[in-house]
């Protein structure tokens, strides 16, 4: 799910999660959402079930503007199925203890500028060798991998105003 709101000021913000440590991609920022249950009638329905499980929002908060393509992960192989949405946001987050550090909002806008788009080289143990990642800044963290795959196209949408949020 790639949750979208506005907050009192009016200004657009993203809400990422900050996985716990350890495990599959520990400490790294992400959308919530997950892996698809078998009771799960659709890509759709995990989502929203992941979402309320992961953080809290309910499933009637949540308005989803468009389906995303579908993709895989480079390094696990997962397909994503990711949506965006626009959310209502909740007074507190209820996060998922041993699975979400912390629930991220940044604006939009300052995703949106230069400074925080970046690139640089990381090693991880499943890669043969150090590549060139791309990213965007988001306080002290990096938003990197299939979350920047998925959110890089979308940002000059959100902005230009495509959806209406």
Not at 114 to 142: C, I, N
């Amino acid at each position: 799910m790639v949750p979208l709101y506005r907050d009192h000021a009016g200004d657009l913000r993203l809400v990422l999660i900050r996985r716990t440590e350890g495990g599959i991609h520990g400490g790294q920022l992400a959308f919530p959402g997950g892996k698809r249950d078998p009771g799960d009638a659709s890509a759709l329905d995990g989502a929203l079930r992941e979402t309320r499980e992961e953080i809290g929002l309910a499933p009637e908060a949540i308005e989803v503007l468009e389906q995303l393509p579908v993709f895989e992960t480079r390094t696990t192989g997962f397909r994503i199925h990711p949506f965006l949405a626009r959310i209502a946001r909740p007074r507190a987050w209820i996060t998922a203890p041993g699975e979400v550090e912390e629930v991220l909002e940044p604006r939009i806008q300052d995703l949106a500028d230069p400074e925080a788009h970046g690139e640089t080289d990381m090693k991880l143990p499943a890669w043969p060798q150090s590549a060139r990642v791309a990213f965007y800044r988001v306080g002290p963290y990096m938003l990197w991998g299939a979350s920047y795959r998925i959110f890089h196209p979308l940002l000059p949408r959100i902005v230009a105003g495509e959806w209406k949020v």
